[in-house]
């Protein structure tokens, strides 16, 4: 491999900024690569993706790489069905369309017919589906599109019998779901004003408001529901309960799960009414009966538990506790087919139970291993349920629940090219810094030699109260086929363990989840699944910082680091888009004490003061239409590795164009990055099986 000092990086100029933090002064000379637009940061990237795509070039492997990931890719996938207005909706993949297709159907052992395909919306694809919403009646649809990834959204409305998407048009869109009144005439939904042109894509986002959209009407003549002009922070989203006689307004702040609810009684017309304030619990509407509102909640119960508010009679002392807290960590509760349908992560896998409506456990529901299942969904008065189960070798099936008899059965199941009896997957538990024990999945061929010699792929998140739990991906098949070990770590500041668990992980406590994933890293080199040299680590967004600060504090236990689409730049991440939600996981250096915590752990800071230092082979990616974690904190970063490399590992950066930070991303885009990124594990970890797949 050659020199990086041989290597010719593309030239990125240093600039004399400095800001003054708390009477800290900090240097920034790449403070100009976070305009995105700029003919000069296009200049850069258009250069580090020749450098990079160059060096991908030389890797033969990389051909039958994206052959064997296309060749699994293509295979049948299915959405859960629901239920609406005497017909049924799911999505489909045939294999390798970039984006799923809607369907509607009478019956489910009917034909069904294509009401949707995002595919015909765009010649390359990047047309997403991002949301949709059916009235009750079931003949309309209003529907969500992103475009090229961007968190923006535009709102049509289709008719359901013809296919015709009506004139109605809504824009500015972002984190907003669609809500129709029982009388099927509009929908509630969650708008920005109109930013600036040519800031679209990094300008803040404050003062959501919400709106009610009649159909026919233009969006200039929606109707105000509800604004804060005192909480730039707060957005609204509505709910419209089943029967029809309540609006739920959930007002969150951040990211932080802590909310407030409102309600408006529809029937009434009046005034909205606070029923929850102060962001001091999570309240998440479950449904209604009558004037008896079910929520699952976070109050005096970390892992959760279901209590009954009614409406009539508001006061804390009438609430009423229907599933108390349990050992695990409640994720999701439903009131679907007169039952309460609760879902539970124990350990990191799914745990389903059904109770009567006044919590009295009927049955736990019978999954097909110790693995992921989420759906259950549906009305009060439906007779079945539908739930997706998948784990790290099951592709992801789709079964239908009978809610009286408490059958499942399978309505679809995936075929897949490959042989699951030949994988099996260990769940372990190590010992952070701290003394804190932390679960972890490894999953291998069977019969692998521990003699630390076989390529690792390590994964992590760690934040936003997110779990990570088993699920099956044809990338990590391609890796296990290759001779690959792939690991996930349950890390502090997920959800796995409950709101506890989530708090360790965040602010001051932060450093826990990078102990977390070094100690993952430490374990699986002492007892020998892999050795440093073969030992790569990965994560997206939350995860990009992950495995950047992690190679700034232990650079010598990784050999190859991918982040992709982190925040690098911790003390100006607030200062771009939504980004000034993630403070309440991160906290924000306009504090003098959080400042002194993200300055200590910031990757793009750190390489700023490791001039010379000797880093792993890293492969940056990143898209050009990221306006979630604007592509600037990448090039940043990439920037600054390129010149404190003293080693002889490469540092590339990938930019996708017409991309963003991840959903909706084509199917075609995905494998090209997937293929592109094993080829460079290959390159520099030496993957001996590569060529064998």
């Given at each position: 491999?050659?020199?990086?000092?041989?290597r010719?990086y593309p030239?990125a100029?240093?600039?004399?900024v400095?800001?003054?933090?708390h009477?800290?002064?900090v240097?920034?000379p790449y403070?100009w690569l976070?305009?995105?637009d700029?003919?000069?940061?296009a200049a850069?990237?258009?250069?580090?993706?020749?450098?990079?795509?160059a060096?991908?070039?030389?890797?033969?492997?990389?051909?039958?790489i994206k052959?064997?990931?296309?060749?699994?890719w293509?295979?049948?996938?299915?959405?859960?069905?629901?239920k609406?207005g005497?017909a049924?909706f799911?999505s489909?993949n045939d294999g390798?369309q970039n984006?799923?297709?809607?369907?509607?159907?009478p019956?489910?052992?009917a034909p069904?017919?294509?009401?949707?395909d995002p595919?015909?919306?765009?010649a390359d694809?990047?047309v997403?589906?991002?949301?949709m919403d059916v009235?009750e009646?079931?003949?309309?649809?209003a529907?969500?599109?992103?475009?090229?990834?961007?968190?923006?959204n535009k709102i049509h409305?289709r008719?359901?019998a013809t296919?015709k998407?009506?004139?109605?048009?809504l824009?500015?869109?972002?984190?907003s779901?669609m809500a129709?009144?029982k009388?099927?005439k509009g929908f509630?939904?969650g708008?920005?004003?109109?930013?600036?042109?040519g800031?679209?894509l990094e300008a803040?986002n404050?003062?959501?408001k919400?709106?009610y959209?009649?159909i026919?009407s233009?969006?200039?003549?929606?109707v105000?529901?509800?604004?804060?002009?005192?909480?730039k922070?707060?957005n609204?989203s509505?709910?419209?309960?089943?029967?029809?006689?309540y609006?739920i307004?959930?007002v969150?702040k951040?990211?932080?799960h802590?909310?407030?609810?409102?309600?408006k009684d529809l029937?009434q017309?009046?005034e909205?009414v606070e029923l929850?304030?102060?962001?001091?619990?999570?309240y998440s509407f479950?449904g209604?009966?009558?004037?008896?509102?079910?929520?699952k909640t976070?109050?005096d119960a970390?892992?959760r538990r279901?209590?009954?508010i009614?409406?009539e009679?508001?006061?804390?002392e009438?609430w009423?506790e229907?599933?108390?807290?349990q050992?695990e960590?409640l994720?999701g509760?439903?009131l679907?087919g007169?039952?309460l349908?609760?879902?539970?992560?124990a350990?990191?896998?799914?745990?389903v139970?059904?109770h009567t409506v006044d919590g009295?456990?009927?049955r736990?529901?019978a999954?097909p291993?110790l693995g992921s299942?989420?759906?259950?969904a549906g009305r009060f008065d439906?007779a079945?349920t539908?739930?997706a189960y998948?784990?790290?070798?099951?592709?992801?099936?789709?079964?239908?629940?009978?809610?009286?008899?408490?059958e499942?059965?399978?309505f679809?199941?995936p075929?897949?090219?490959?042989?699951?009896?030949a994988y099996?997957?260990?769940?372990v538990?190590?010992?952070?810094?701290?003394?804190?024990?932390?679960?972890?999945?490894?999953v291998?061929?069977k019969?692998?030699r521990?003699d630390g010699s076989?390529p690792t792929?390590l994964?992590?998140?760690?934040g936003?109260?997110?779990?990570l739990?088993?699920?099956f991906?044809?990338a990590t098949?391609?890796w296990l086929?290759?001779?690959?070990?792939?690991?996930?770590?349950n890390?502090r500041?997920?959800?796995?363990y409950?709101?506890?668990?989530?708090?360790?992980g965040?602010?001051?406590?932060k450093?826990?989840?990078?102990?977390?994933?070094?100690?993952a890293a430490e374990w699986?080199?002492?007892k020998?699944?892999?050795s440093?040299?073969k030992l790569?680590i990965?994560?997206g967004?939350?995860g990009?910082?992950?495995?950047?600060?992690?190679?700034?504090?232990r650079?010598?236990l990784?050999?190859?680091?991918?982040?992709a689409?982190?925040v690098?730049?911790?003390l100006?991440?607030?200062?771009?888009?939504?980004?000034?939600a993630?403070?309440?996981d991160?906290?924000a250096?306009d504090?003098a004490?959080?400042f002194?915590t993200?300055?200590?752990?910031?990757?793009?800071?750190?390489l700023?003061?490791m001039q010379?230092a000797?880093?792993p082979?890293?492969?940056?990616t990143?898209?050009d239409?990221?306006d979630r974690?604007?592509?600037?904190?990448?090039?940043?970063?990439?920037a600054?590795?390129?010149?404190?490399?003293?080693g002889?590992a490469?540092?590339?950066?990938r930019v996708?164009v017409?991309?963003?930070?991840?959903?909706?991303k084509?199917?075609?885009k995905?494998?090209?990055t997937?293929?592109d990124?094993y080829?460079?594990?290959?390159?520099?970890?030496?993957?001996a099986?590569a060529a064998?797949?």
């Amino acid at each position: 491999m050659a020199n990086s000092s041989a290597r010719n990086y593309p030239v990125a100029r240093t600039v004399d900024v400095v800001d003054d933090y708390h009477g800290t002064p900090v240097a920034d000379p790449y403070r100009w690569l976070e305009d995105a637009d700029a003919p000069e940061t296009a200049a850069w990237v258009e250069a580090e993706n020749a450098l990079t795509f160059a060096f991908l070039d030389q890797v033969p492997e990389r051909e039958r790489i994206k052959q064997r990931l296309t060749q699994l890719w293509n295979y049948e996938r299915y959405g859960l069905p629901f239920k609406q207005g005497g017909a049924y909706f799911y999505s489909r993949n045939d294999g390798l369309q970039n984006q799923p297709v809607l369907y509607v159907t009478p019956t489910l052992d009917a034909p069904a017919r294509v009401l949707l395909d995002p595919n015909t919306l765009s010649a390359d694809g990047t047309v997403a589906l991002s949301g949709m919403d059916v009235s009750e009646d079931g003949k309309l649809m209003a529907y969500q599109l992103a475009v090229a990834g961007s968190d923006w959204n535009k709102i049509h409305v289709r008719d359901v019998a013809t296919g015709k998407d009506l004139p109605d048009v809504l824009e500015w869109i972002k984190w907003s779901g669609m809500a129709w009144t029982k009388d099927g005439k509009g929908f509630y939904y969650g708008r920005y004003d109109e930013p600036q042109p040519g800031h679209e894509l990094e300008a803040a986002n404050y003062f959501q408001k919400l709106y009610y959209h009649r159909i026919g009407s233009a969006q200039s003549d929606d109707v105000l529901v509800y604004k804060r002009d005192d909480q730039k922070e707060w957005n609204f989203s509505g709910y419209v309960s089943e029967d029809g006689h309540y609006l739920i307004i959930t007002v969150g702040k951040g990211t932080d799960h802590k909310n407030q609810v409102f309600y408006k009684d529809l029937r009434q017309g009046g005034e909205v009414v606070e029923l929850l304030t102060g962001f001091a619990s999570e309240y998440s509407f479950i449904g209604n009966l009558g004037a008896k509102f079910y929520f699952k909640t976070d109050l005096d119960a970390p892992r959760r538990r279901v209590i009954v508010i009614d409406v009539e009679r508001p006061e804390r002392e009438s609430w009423r506790e229907i599933v108390g807290q349990q050992a695990e960590t409640l994720e999701g509760a439903g009131l679907v087919g007169g039952v309460l349908v609760t879902q539970y992560l124990a350990h990191a896998h799914s745990l389903v139970k059904v109770h009567t409506v006044d919590g009295q456990l009927v049955r736990e529901v019978a999954l097909p291993g110790l693995g992921s299942a989420a759906g259950f969904a549906g009305r009060f008065d439906d007779a079945e349920t539908f739930f997706a189960y998948t784990d790290f070798v099951t592709p992801t099936g789709i079964y239908r629940y009978d809610l009286e008899r408490g059958e499942s059965t399978l309505f679809k199941a995936p075929t897949v090219d490959f042989d699951p009896a030949a994988y099996e997957t260990e769940q372990v538990f190590y010992t952070s810094k701290d003394g804190t024990r932390v679960p972890m999945f490894v999953v291998h061929k069977k019969g692998l030699r521990k003699d630390g010699s076989a390529p690792t792929l390590l994964y992590g998140y760690g934040g936003f109260n997110i779990p990570l739990t088993p699920g099956f991906s044809v990338a990590t098949l391609v890796w296990l086929e290759m001779g690959g070990v792939y690991v996930v770590a349950n890390l502090r500041g997920g959800g796995e363990y409950g709101e506890e668990w989530h708090q360790a992980g965040v602010k001051l406590n932060k450093q826990n989840v990078f102990d977390d994933f070094i100690a993952a890293a430490e374990w699986l080199v002492d007892k020998k699944y892999t050795s440093p040299g073969k030992l790569a680590i990965a994560g997206g967004s939350n995860g990009g910082l992950l495995v950047g600060a992690c190679m700034t504090q232990r650079p010598e236990l990784f050999g190859a680091v991918l982040p992709a689409v982190g925040v690098m730049d911790m003390l100006r991440y607030h200062k771009f888009t939504i980004g000034w939600a993630w403070a309440d996981d991160y906290g924000a250096s306009d504090d003098a004490e959080m400042f002194r915590t993200l300055y200590a752990y910031s990757p793009y800071h750190r390489l700023l003061a490791m001039q010379g230092a000797k880093f792993p082979a890293t492969l940056v990616t990143t898209a050009d239409h990221d306006d979630r974690v604007v592509p600037g904190h990448s090039f940043k970063f990439a920037a600054a590795l390129q010149a404190a490399q003293a080693g002889d590992a490469p540092v590339l950066i990938r930019v996708d164009v017409r991309a963003g930070h991840g959903a909706g991303k084509p199917t075609s885009k995905m494998i090209e990055t997937q293929a592109d990124v094993y080829a460079f594990l290959v390159k520099v970890l030496g993957v001996a099986d590569a060529a064998r797949i």
